[in-house]
Structures are given as C-alpha cells and as structure tokens.
C-alpha cells in the first residue's frame, strides 16, 4: 500500500531528531506492509482516522481503498490538538 505525507507531515518529519526519525521512518515502512498493524486505534470522535503510537509521538492518518495519507507526526501531548 502506498504512504502519502501532506506537506505539514513532511515538516514535521523533518524536524525530528535523529533517533526518533529512524523509529519513525521504521514505523512508516511497517505501515505501508500492513496498515492496520501494530500499536494503531481509531480516533473517537474521527470515524476513519487512525493513530499509531511511537514511542512519545504519534502519526495520525486515514486509510483510502490503495493509500496511507498521513497528516499529522507529533510528540503525545500535541498531536490531537488541532486535527
């Protein structure tokens, strides 16, 4: 399945420091392997999107029929803010 970041997932993606972007970029590839693995649930109140946990941050995303889009790479505390 193919991954998609939007444009303010790809800034936050690149601010992240060397470590947590490679727990990241890890838990990207294993997103697009299988989508609905690993620490992933679905966001009450948002029917369609999802959260996978890594560590202290979360990706926020929706599932389309053939792609992965993700919106949102933050740390715990201010990735449901503003979704």
């Known amino acids: 399945m193919q991954v ?19 727990r990241i970029t890890a838990a990207i590839d294993g ?27 979360r990706i926020l995303y929706t599932v389309e029929t053939d792609c992965i889009n993700i919106f949102k790479i933050a740390p715990r505390g201010q990735a449901y803010k503003g979704k």
């Open 31 to 57: 997103l697009e392997k299988e989508p609905l693995e690993g620490d992933i649930k679905e966001l009450k109140g948002h029917p369609g999107v999802f959260r996978l946990r890594v560590g202290g941050y």
């Open 4 to 22: 998609e970041l939007t444009s303010g997932a790809v800034k936050q993606y690149k601010q992240l420091n060397n470590p947590m972007l490679d």
